[in-house]
């Protein structure tokens, strides 16, 4: 049986980890995955990982990445790409993911602009009416900010904000990874049990 196909972007802003844990529970739960890396993004992967994704070709860095996640359904692909499948309507991915999502990312995307990948596949989702799950990670927001996401809102996407819970007391730093990464499938329509929920 095929395995659902979702793509997931790591772009320019702090809190990579999202992301990458993002990857690593999709493929556990099932799913295959689709994965491109901005150019900013590997140099923020690099500052907060200490995985490096530059100045190595696709497939040695597809295997930094596997290896870290100890997973190995991820198809690493070049941003650059545009004879993806995934940047095709006819060939999509089933939903898109972009964690974190960079100001300047949301911004190309909410309007219109596909100079990559990553931008292409989310006006992709867009136009197809497919899921569209960003997760911005910046503060404080401007009023620019804040149209962009409102206009990526009015046009179908789902806005997460980076904002983690404290009501079920987390003990560790993976505990609030879990929480927003937890909230974004959620937002998918995906069951998890990353986070305790408020029970009352």
């Not at 998918?188 to 009352?200: Q, S, V």
Request: aromatic share 6%; hydrophobic share 45%; proline share 5%.
């Amino acid at each position: 049986m095929k395995k659902r196909n979702v793509f997931v972007a790591i772009t320019g802003a702090s809190g990579v980890i999202y992301g990458l844990r993002l990857m690593e529970e999709l493929c556990n739960i099932g799913f295959s995955v689709t994965a491109a890396v901005s150019g900013t993004g590997r140099m923020v992967c690099l500052e907060e990982t200490g995985l490096k994704l530059d100045d190595v070709d696709i497939g040695d860095a597809n295997r930094v990445i596997t290896d870290f996640l100890e997973v190995d359904d991820i198809t690493l692909v070049s941003p650059d790409d545009l004879f993806s499948p995934s940047a095709s309507g006819s060939a999509a991915p089933e939903m898109m993911f972009v964690a974190p999502c960079s100001m300047g990312t949301m911004a190309r995307i909410a309007a219109g602009i596909s100079g990559n990948l990553i931008e292409r596949t989310a006006d992709v989702m867009l136009k197809e009416k497919r899921p569209l799950l960003l997760l911005p990670r910046e503060t404080p927001l401007s009023e620019i900010h804040l149209e962009n996401m409102l206009r990526l809102a009015r046009a179908g996407a789902r806005i997460i904000p980076a904002m983690p819970a404290f009501y079920n007391r987390p003990g560790s730093i993976e505990d609030i990874i879990n929480f927003v990464v937890g909230k974004v499938l959620d937002q998918a329509g995906i069951e998890n049990d990353l986070y305790r929920r408020w029970m009352g």
